[in-house]
């Protein structure tokens, strides 16, 4: 069974930083792309990243782009999101997907990320 | 990176069929066969009901169904039954392997 469980998410000030994690499972992770994606509470969902399957290439929507880093560890299952410089409108449940480069094919629960002081 | 364009909500009484709308530009949908659809039910991830304009992931019932036009794609759902009450999003490929979600259409079922 494919199991995606983020974690990392947690209230912090603007400007700070927090580090998500995604612990993949019941697939070969390392054969897939990886994407983030969030949703601002109430509101639609957002593409934030994307990773390819060995690491070598990455993406960024224009709003993160400079202050996210996505990036993966594929001896552990794993994917990250660096976030630094943190601002209130990153305030959102960020979710991890699994997929390729066209399509998120299934999501994990995802991590609520709060940026208030 | 400009969202797609949805309609905020859409409607239908049990049994009948509901077409939901995604609009977007050549740069995305019109330029690609990639589009996909996803339910979200309150509180949940999402789930891919559609891929690549059409396609329907294993489990998803028959009764999902996807087409595209030039620069805009739709989702119908026929026989609608209560369990699709639910939020809608579209996806498409927008080059430079960068993904662009529409903004959500609420489905009620009367």
């Known amino acids: 069974e494919v199991q995606l469980v983020e974690s990392g998410g947690g209230l912090v000030q603007p400007g700070g930083s927090l580090r998500l994690s995604c612990a993949a499972s019941?697939?070969?992770?390392?054969?897939?792309?990886m994407h983030w994606v969030r949703q601002a509470p109430g509101k639609g969902l957002v593409w934030v990243s994307r990773i390819n399957s060995d690491g070598s290439s990455t993406s960024y929507a224009d709003s993160v782009k400079g202050r996210f880093t996505i990036s993966r560890d594929n001896a552990k299952n794993t994917l990250y999101l660096q976030m630094n410089s943190l601002r209130a409108e990153d305030t959102a449940v960020y979710y991890c997907?699994?997929?390729?480069?066209?399509?998120?094919?299934?999501w994990g629960q995802g991590t609520l990320v709060t940026v208030s002081s | 990176q400009s969202a797609l364009t949805q309609p905020p909500s859409a409607s239908g009484s049990p049994g009948q069929s509901v077409t939901i709308s995604c609009a977007g530009t050549?740069?995305?949908?019109?330029?690609?066969?990639?589009v996909s659809w996803y339910q979200q039910h309150p509180g949940k991830a999402p789930k891919l009901m559609i891929y690549e304009v059409s396609k329907r992931p294993s489990g998803v019932p028959d009764r999902f169904s996807g087409s595209k036009s030039g620069n805009t794609a739709s989702l119908t759902v026929s026989g609608l039954q209560t369990e699709d009450e639910a939020d809608y999003y579209c996806?498409?490929?927008?080059?430079?392997?960068?993904?662009?979600f529409g903004g959500g259409t609420k489905l009620t079922v009367l």
């Open positions: 019941g697939f070969t992770f390392s054969s897939y792309w």
């Open positions: 997907a699994k997929g390729g480069s066209r399509v998120a094919d299934y």
């Open positions: 050549s740069s995305d949908v019109g330029g690609y066969n990639y």
């Open positions: 996806s498409s490929y927008a080059g430079s392997n960068n993904l662009v």
